[in-house]
């Protein structure tokens, strides 16, 4: 239905009749230029912790442009669950009601920054450091605005983008690697096929002479987009153990994977495995003008000394 204003519009003087649209569409244009800015510092969006972030402290900025009138309360909160309400709730059965972190006002300042503690977080709180806990919680803000128009109104805006606070203290399972013995290497691939396979953000790779106490070598900051790594410098015809770890974005590490043994291989060239199957040199740059068989012969001759010796 059109609202009483637009429908008396064919009884209003001309002048009127275009004064009046033109107020809404300005008035229109204002709120779409409303706005809650919130940000973590560094511009992440999400920050996740470990036990060892048990009591570290959150801080959240915060930013609203174009706004004129106000008919709710600004509010800033930290929701019990990982999406945002128009307001914070107070009736949670999962570990508490939302913790609203400040009701700032407006007509003070329209910037600021609001903190707040890990240990406060809802479905963290009350809980020891040390338990198996995973909760993500949304950052949220809200904000009651008037709606430009003349019958008047009120929109509720929400901060923007949505901002998490992660705290995760339970460790990834374990990746799962094969290897692929090289000259005077080992070429690691990684896959994961366990629990909260999104999660996982990086691996490592562990190294040592199999059968020896020697301690491992760390190969640290493998990433998931590309999950293989190559170790260099081993000793051919010696076996290594080799194992992997997986790590989550709360960097939380898992037990070590499986072990594989493997053994890096000497390589022969071309040359060498020429010679190896019964070929040689004929000739050279001498005063005798002789030359070393092109390519191609050499391919041809390989071929052929190879094709006598499986007969």
């Given at each position: ?119 406060q977080m809802p479905g963290v709180t009350g809980h020891q450091c040390s338990e198996a806990l995973d909760v993500k919680n949304a950052v949220c803000a809200s904000l009651g605005v008037g709606n430009g128009t003349i019958a008047g109104g009120c929109n509720i805006i929400r901060g923007t983008p949505l901002l998490t606070a992660r705290y995760d203290t339970i460790p990834p399972d374990p990746p799962e690697i094969s290897v ?132």
């Amino acid at each position: 239905m059109l609202a009483p204003a637009l429908l008396s519009l064919g009884r209003m003087p001309s002048p009127l009749r275009v004064a009046l649209p033109a107020a809404l569409l300005l008035g229109t244009a204002a709120a779409a230029q409303q706005a809650i800015n919130l940000s973590f510092p560094g511009s992440q969006t999400n920050q996740a912790f470990n036990q060892s972030g048990c009591n570290n402290q959150v801080r959240v900025n915060w930013m609203v442009t174009g706004v004129v009138t106000t008919c709710q309360t600004f509010t800033i909160w930290v929701a019990n669950g990982a999406s945002c309400g128009e307001s914070p709730g107070t009736s949670a059965t999962d570990g508490g009601s939302d913790l609203v972190l400040d009701t700032p006002n407006l007509s003070t300042a329209t910037s600021g920054t609001e903190s707040f503690f890990i240990s406060q977080m809802p479905g963290v709180t009350g809980h020891q450091c040390s338990e198996a806990l995973d909760v993500k919680n949304a950052v949220c803000a809200s904000l009651g605005v008037g709606n430009g128009t003349i019958a008047g109104g009120c929109n509720i805006i929400r901060g923007t983008p949505l901002l998490t606070a992660r705290y995760d203290t339970i460790p990834p399972d374990p990746p799962e690697i094969s290897v692929d013995p090289l000259d005077s290497k080992l070429a690691v691939h990684f896959a994961y096929n366990g629990a909260g396979a999104s999660d996982i953000l990086e691996y490592a790779v562990e190294y040592r002479p199999d059968g020896t106490d020697a301690g491992f070598t760390r190969i640290s900051g493998i990433s998931v987009q590309d999950p293989n790594q190559t170790i260099s410098g081993l000793l051919n015809g010696t076996p290594y153990a080799v194992q992997g770890f997986a790590f989550d974005e709360a960097n939380n590490q898992s037990v070590a994977s499986a072990q594989v043994v493997a053994t890096p291989e000497h390589s022969s060239g071309f040359w060498e495995e020429y010679k190896n199957a019964g070929g040689h040199e004929i000739g050279g740059c001498s005063a005798t003008g002789a030359a070393v068989p092109s390519v191609i012969g050499a391919l041809a001759t390989l071929a052929a000394l190879l094709g006598r010796r499986r007969r």
